[in-house]
């Protein structure tokens, strides 16, 4: 399959190794991998911020950029379920709803794409740690992405996954929430960080860089030894 990368921003500003090892995992399991220049943010801030307008430019802009791409994997819930569920809520009634439904049909979260649609659960990865998984909201409650994850993660060669008590909790990021509110996020960030913390796991996986950046943050200035890592990071392991 031809699988065009669709790279967000805080992935292209800050950790750019994510989208590389999403590029080595799916061209170690033999598909070929594109990036189309001219990325944009994806308009979620515009759109969460009530800007439809400018928000309804760079859905269009998307639209037209990944015309004809057989598939649309990004490593971020976030951003794909801005594409996949909201641009076609904000595109409603407009000349481009049709075209809206045909980009949400064929984009893809990362570990969803590589569970339900190639039916991958066995990478060939290895990593010897004890880990946590932390769900991202707009993975699990807007797309509905649980156990893709965890199926992925219980196939990875010595590596022990240990739930934490607030397993479905947000870690309060919440991209400009965390602007607008920063106590209120800070509380969250307590209370989800807290429970990760307490599983004792070496690393804390995720599939949101926005929420790794939230917990990151918590665990460094709590003095907590472990770190985040994409769940593209494990994964990329087998290409080594």
């Known amino acids: 399959m ?13 950790t750019p190794q994510v989208g590389l090892a999403v590029a080595r995992v799916l061209e170690h399991l033999g598909h070929t991998v594109e ?8 308009g979620q ?16 802009r998307a639209i037209a950029l990944f015309d004809g791409a057989d598939a649309i994997v990004g490593p971020s819930g976030s951003c794909v379920a801005m594409m996949r569920v909201f641009y076609p809520e904000l595109l409603a009634g407009t000349p481009h709803e049709t075209a809206a439904l045909d980009l949400a049909a064929r984009t893809f979260e990362f570990g969803e794409f590589l569970v339900d649609k190639l039916g991958v659960t066995d990478i060939g990865a290895r990593f010897p740690h004890t880990v946590t998984y932390h769900d991202g909201c707009h993975g699990l409650r807007e797309l509905r992405i649980k156990e893709a994850p965890r ?52 690393y804390i996986v995720s599939s949101d860089p ?22 593209a990071e494990v994964l990329a392991t087998a290409c080594e």
């Not at 031809?2 to 800050?14: G, R, T």
């Not at 990036?35 to 994806?42: A, I, K």
């Not at 008590?165 to 991209?175: P, Y």
């Not at 926005?210 to 769940?231: E, M, V």
Request: with cysteine; proline share 3%; glycine share 8%.
């Open 210 to 231: 926005s929420c790794q950046l939230q917990l990151d943050g918590w665990l460094a200035r709590n003095g907590k030894s472990c770190r985040t890592i994409h769940l």
């Open 2 to 14: 031809n699988v065009s990368l669709f790279i967000p921003c805080f992935i292209d500003q800050m």
């Open 45 to 60: 801030p515009s759109f969460n911020s009530g800007y439809w307008d400018e928000a309804k430019q760079l859905a269009v």
């Open 151 to 202: 199926t992925l993660l219980s196939h990875v060669r010595d590596l022990e996954l240990v739930e934490c008590d607030e397993v479905e909790s947000c870690c309060g990021f919440g991209g400009l929430f965390s602007v607008k509110f920063p106590m209120i996020s800070a509380a969250m960030a307590e209370v989800k960080g807290g429970s990760l913390a307490r599983t004792s796991a070496d």
């Open 35 to 42: 990036f189309r220049e001219g990325q944009t943010c994806c």
